[in-house]
């Protein structure tokens, strides 16, 4: 039996970590893969959500049938054995220092682990949260979730090019040296074109938050949604950047500064353009090809004049949102060419 565990090792976003104890502590660096998919221990959320893993434990046990094995599983000896062999302190370097995961999964080494943990997937954390009913728990679950899917981007991301190198560049790689050369290349173009999953803007930084949503918007390959209650020209023009052939609905209040001739002439400009009118948002979002979501905390028109954030949220929260909004639109117009 081929066993594919991994430690996953984080990046420096802060959406993806906590504070515990008084340290911080990163979600995605007790990320495991474990039968090929992505999950977490039972200890690791028991700390995460404030409670004891036993307690954990009784509550899945009393709603077993919440938990089917996609959504919880015991590792297998074999597992077990590999997962406590991969131990983050056993490769560190004498007298590097350590971080807090590494002393969480040392501790959880040490302490003579005997019994085979549980694992939970994406879904189980999910269900976790509803059946431990805590406010802790909702806001670790969400936490949680966000590092998943930050995960498995990264991973689905990057799994070409680590078979392109192990398929076609392999035989280029004559020493050590010219391998880590090669990987420091790749991460630096990924990073050039990455977006963080959350930013704070201070006052007056104009350019930089305007940059930042272009570059958000850019990310769309076939449609973007827009929920914004004041649009404004300064939104056109941001819109107006989206790559070609994107369509671009805008959900919102009213027509705000602009005048219904603005939206023609955009429509007429740039093609596929659709105007929902919904009363019941306050927040605004970027939500790019139905698969990723941005909460923007100033309007687009706005961006830079005033100390606002962007924050990338969980990919989950897209389908009852946009439910939401639909089922609360009463009018919708598309502008075309």
Request: net charge positive.
């Amino acid at each position: 039996m081929k066993n594919n565990n991994i430690v996953t090792k984080s990046g420096n976003l802060m959406c993806d970590s906590v504070i515990v104890n008084g340290d911080r502590f990163d979600i995605r660096s007790v990320i495991y893969t474990i039968r090929g998919v992505q999950v977490m221990l039972d200890r690791d959320l028991a700390m995460l959500y404030g409670v004891a893993t036993g307690a954990l434990n009784q509550a899945v046990k009393r709603n077993s049938a919440r938990f089917p094995e996609r959504f919880m599983f015991q590792m297998s000896p074999e597992e077990f054995a590999n997962w406590k062999s991969q131990s983050v302190i056993s490769n560190l370097a004498d007298g590097a220092s350590v971080p807090q995961s590494a002393k969480l999964r040392e501790s959880t080494v040490r302490m003579g682990l005997r019994k085979k943990p549980f694992v939970f997937t994406e879904h189980g954390v999910t269900m976790l949260a509803a059946v431990l009913r805590s406010d802790t728990a909702v806001r670790m679950s969400i936490k949680i979730i966000d590092a998943f899917v930050a995960m498995r981007r990264t991973l689905a991301s990057i799994g070409p090019v680590l078979a392109r190198i192990e398929t076609v560049e392999r035989r280029q790689i004559t020493d050590q040296s010219r391998n880590e050369a090669l990987f420091d290349e790749i991460l630096r173009k990924m990073g050039e074109s990455e977006v963080p999953d959350c930013q704070i803007f201070y006052q007056n930084r104009f350019w930089d938050a305007k940059s930042l949503l272009v570059r958000i918007i850019r990310r769309a390959k076939k449609e973007l949604i827009v929920v914004d209650a004041y649009p404004g020209v300064a939104m056109l023009d941001i819109l107006a950047k989206r790559g070609r052939g994107v369509k671009i609905e805008l959900i919102t209040h009213s027509n705000g500064e602009l005048e219904e001739s603005d939206f023609e002439a955009f429509g007429k400009q740039c093609g596929k353009f659709t105007k929902s009118i919904c009363g019941i948002c306050h927040d605004r979002f970027i939500i790019i090809d139905n698969v990723e979501i941005y909460s923007i905390g100033a309007s687009l028109k706005d961006v830079g004049r005033l100390t606002f954030g962007v924050s990338k949220m969980g990919d989950f929260v897209i389908p009852g949102l946009l439910a939401n909004l639909r089922n609360a639109t009463s009018v919708r117009k598309e502008y075309a060419k």
